[in-house]
């Protein structure tokens, strides 16, 4: 038995938890029930100096609890003498954790240590029944987190939210399962990604949020509840602008297991993949077109970079080297006075490298796209019916019959994938059965695993590109209202650039009666490359200075 020696101004700390795994087996380990049972034992009992430490809607597993934290800080400033639970799950549940509070930490600071209901106290003695109890509240916390992920699992793929909604949305007031758009906060989050499109990253976008006093996310639930708002109220975050680019959500899907934990007593959440992830098309109302944030993710994938004279290339990220394929990086430097600006093969290297000198002015560049797209709007405006035909023949019929074959083989492929799973069966039980050796089991299996995993990688491959086939099929009506948007445009900005075109692609210049060709083809986005009746090429005959 150890004997505590009390202090006059030491507390009795009365210790209270409850989660919300908890709160589902009723009122009997309700916060008022904890309260009232420590109060009437401590009363009983001749407890004084009593001070109440309550952790309500907090697992067990974690000992990371606000409450919890400030009680041990009082005990390591030796101002407790006792702490007092109504059972030992109260404490927690992470059996090495409370047997560490309980047979380590208070001893050693002198402190009596009570669980009303499991009978324990440190004052009468070992209870051996106590690391038992220990170990049973961490097997029930293991046993409620696999049946709430089973719950959450069963939800996800039922296309239910597991999630708050994000920044732009709220729940609806007569249905907590459904988001709606926050009139207030929507607005907010289209222009975020029009300023992507319009080429700002996240950190230029921070900036100008804040120069227009655009309240954050934070300030704006802080509004909205009626709440003060925080000391800097337009203090925008880089990796919340970053967190809303990347939120497919905004298209009106909803996408679900975009993470995962390793077990239930690590709160660290790991991205999970694309393949991973649930995707529910449609269950909400979108703030973003698909097509905006399918843009956004490319551009944020070609992530563009002021040079050192503080120039950024106006096609950064979207120019790239016909014959081997690299990208064409912009070339400036402060002597420049624009003209001389330009773009060549980042695997020239000063015919060091292993291609040859890519090389086309951004002058010249800029012309060149705002004559293409002065051609397709002209084309698409003087006979739509003829130019969607043209597009469509030159993008869809030789593409069709590749597709046709891609189809059939990715039909044949699921054939014989069931068909392994047959034989896999058949050829167990023959195993099991004595029928055939179990090596010669063990050898048909491998081959047949190889087999099937072989296809099964060969038929994702075929079906995404068989789907994006179709996709787009059916892209020619977002084109379309690009082109209407930006008809009569007199020139160029990111903006357009970035909306109207995917790719541009430079050939090496050719030399005919002594003036300079270049042949550059533009991808647009949604309808690909598009060749016009007579093939525009790019003739510059001025001088073209060798630039360093």
């Not at 499109?197 to 309240?215: H, S």
């Not at 800029?366 to 002209?378: C, G, Q, S």
């Not at 299996?445 to 990688?457: H, P």
């Amino acid at each position: 038995m150890t004997a505590y020696t009390n202090k006059p101004e030491q507390i009795t700390a009365l210790y209270a938890r409850l989660s919300q795994e908890d709160a589902l087996d009723g009122d009997s380990n309700s916060i008022v029930n904890q309260k009232a049972v420590l109060s009437k034992y401590a009363a009983d009992n001749g407890f004084t100096n009593l001070a109440f430490f309550i952790d309500d809607g907090v697992s067990g597993v974690t000992f990371d609890r606000p409450s919890f934290n400030r009680m041990i800080k009082e005990i390591e400033a030796g101002n407790v003498s006792t702490v007092i639970v109504k059972d030992m799950s109260r404490l927690g549940r992470d059996y090495l954790k409370v047997g560490y509070y309980t047979e380590i930490f208070f001893v050693e600071r002198d402190v009596r240590y009570i669980a009303i209901n499991d009978g324990v106290d440190s004052e009468k003695g070992d209870n051996d029944f106590t690391p038992f109890r220990n170990l049973f509240n961490d097997f029930y916390a293991k046993d409620t987190s696999k049946k709430v992920r089973a719950i959450k699992r069963a939800q996800g793929m039922a296309g239910e939210h597991l999630t708050k909604p994000p920044y732009g949305y709220k729940v609806a007031p007569d249905n907590k399962k459904q988001w709606i758009v926050d009139e207030e906060a929507a607005p907010v989050v289209k222009r975020i990604f029009d300023l992507c499109v319009a080429g700002n990253g996240p950190m230029k976008i921070t900036k100008i949020l804040k120069a227009d006093k655009v309240l954050t996310a934070k300030a704006h639930y802080a509004k909205q509840k009626g709440k003060t708002l925080p000391e800097n109220p337009y203090d925008w975050n880089e990796s919340t602008i970053v967190g809303i680019l990347e939120r497919m959500d905004y298209c009106g899907h909803t996408v679900n297991f975009k993470s995962y934990s390793k077990s239930h007593k690590l709160k660290k959440r790991i991205p999970t993949t694309k393949e991973q992830q649930a995707v529910f098309r449609n269950t909400h109302e979108a703030i973003v077109e698909e097509a905006v944030f399918e843009r956004v993710q490319e551009l944020r994938s070609n992530k563009r970079r002021p040079t050192k004279a503080k120039r950024q290339g106006f096609f950064s990220g979207l120019v790239f080297c016909a014959d081997c394929g690299s990208k064409l990086h912009f070339a400036t430097c402060k002597s420049f006075d624009g003209s001389q600006d330009h773009y060549r093969c980042a695997k020239y290297k000063s015919n060091t490298g292993s291609c040859t000198a890519h090389f086309i002015r951004e002058e010249t560049l800029r012309k060149i796209v705002l004559n293409r797209i002065f051609a397709v709007t002209a084309l698409f405006y003087d006979d739509v019916t003829a130019f969607m035909e043209m597009i469509r023949r030159q993008r869809f019929d030789e593409a069709e019959k590749e597709m046709k074959q891609k189809r059939r083989e990715v039909g044949q492929a699921k054939k014989r994938i069931a068909e392994l799973d047959r034989i896999f069966k058949r050829i167990y039980e023959d195993d099991i059965s004595g029928t055939i050796s179990h090596e010669r089991f063990l050898k048909l299996s491998a081959e047949y695993e190889a087999e099937q995993k072989e296809l099964t990688e060969k038929l994702t491959v075929q079906q995404q590109e068989v789907d994006t086939y179709e996709q787009d099929k059916n892209d020619f009506d977002s084109f379309a209202a690009i082109i209407r948007k930006y008809v009569g445009i007199t020139e160029l900005t990111p903006v357009i650039v970035n909306e109207f075109i995917k790719k541009i692609v430079i050939h090496a210049p050719e030399k005919i009666g002594g003036k300079r060709f270049q042949k550059v083809d533009i991808v647009f986005n949604f309808v690909g490359e598009i060749h016009f009746p007579t093939e525009p090429q790019t003739k510059d005959t001025e001088k073209q200075e060798k630039t360093a």
